[in-house]
């Protein structure tokens, strides 16, 4: 197979993949009844979920259809092996919730977050579950199971981990309050989140992380979460934005992420290699 392949097959997946997508996420929004282009304004996290979820069927029409016709590949061959998906799940839950933990303590402890009230509730928590499980499952199809699965076809392993981190960090351009720390932070949670993919070849850790980042800051610990507000059982502010606490675009701005998730892309480095042996 040439070392082209992997590559080639990303490239032609862009265009269609985007038209698609925005397709299904349009008519989302038609479900949820909302405006398109309406911003933020008036949405809700059941908006949200809607949206999201009719992004996912059009994510995993798009990559099946070019996994199993284009590519003629298994869709399973993407990431969903059978072995030590309990060890994976539990390492990645783990994972991204004792990090995003670690660093709300830390904010906490130096006075840039206050918390400011707790508000309980079993229905918006739920909702807040779903979506970021959508929104965990989409992007480490899309990003882990196919872009990075592909370039390593085409590149060295930490070279093809470099360049999907790069993409994934770029995809959230268009964020609230994207910042250049919020890119670097997004980039390296690509690192941490694609590290075992190259020892495994499954997306069990990912998908797990990446939920529990998102849930734990946002639902639990009332981040912002890429930029976006969404409901929270916890109420906290900052007193002036700083690259310490993040600002508008949340934790995922802060340098505290920038020291944590290096620190951690070291640990998971050698936890997966031991593993790997």
């Known amino acids: 197979m040439s070392k082209h392949v992997g590559y080639v097959r990303v490239l032609r997946l862009i265009i269609p993949y985007f038209f698609v997508v925005a397709f299904f996420q349009v008519v989302g929004y038609m479900i949820a009844g909302i405006d398109v282009f309406g911003g933020e304004k008036g949405r809700n996290d059941t908006d949200f979920l ?3 979820l009719f992004g996912l069927i059009g994510t995993v029409l798009m990559l099946w ?3 199993t016709r284009v590519d003629q590949e298994s869709f399973k061959t993407m990431g969903f092996t059978r072995t030590k998906i309990r060890r ?3 390492i990645g839950l783990a994972a991204g919730s004792s990090i995003v933990l670690a660093g709300f303590l830390v904010l906490i402890q130096i006075g840039e977050i206050q918390f400011v009230s707790f508000e309980f509730s079993s229905s918006e928590l739920l909702v807040g579950l779903g979506l970021f499980v959508v929104v965990a499952v989409n992007e480490e199809l899309l990003m882990r199971g196919y872009v990075l699965n592909n370039f390593l076809l085409s590149f060295n392993k930490y070279a093809a981990l470099i360049l ?3 993409v994934f960090g770029l995809l959230h351009f268009s964020n609230p309050d994207y910042s250049f720390l919020g890119f670097v932070n997004l980039f390296l949670a690509g690192i941490f989140l694609g590290l075992p993919y190259l020892f495994n070849r499954n997306l069990w850790f990912p998908i797990a992380a990446h939920f529990s980042w998102n849930f734990v800051q946002g639902s639990v610990l009332g981040f912002d ?3 976006v507000n969404v409901y929270s059982m916890t109420h906290q502010k ?3 934005a700083s690259i310490w606490n993040g600002g508008g675009f949340g934790w995922e701005g802060s340098l505290i992420c920038t020291i ?3 620190v951690s892309i070291g640990v998971l480095y ?3 290699r031991r593993f790997s042996n």
């Open 50 to 52: 809607i949206v999201q």
């Open 65 to 67: 259809l070019f996994r």
């Open 88 to 90: 994976d799940l539990l």
């Open 164 to 166: 999907t981190s790069l």
């Open 225 to 227: 979460v890429s930029g």
């Open 238 to 240: 900052f007193t002036v």
């Open 260 to 262: 944590l998730l290096t």
């Open 270 to 272: 050698f936890i997966y």
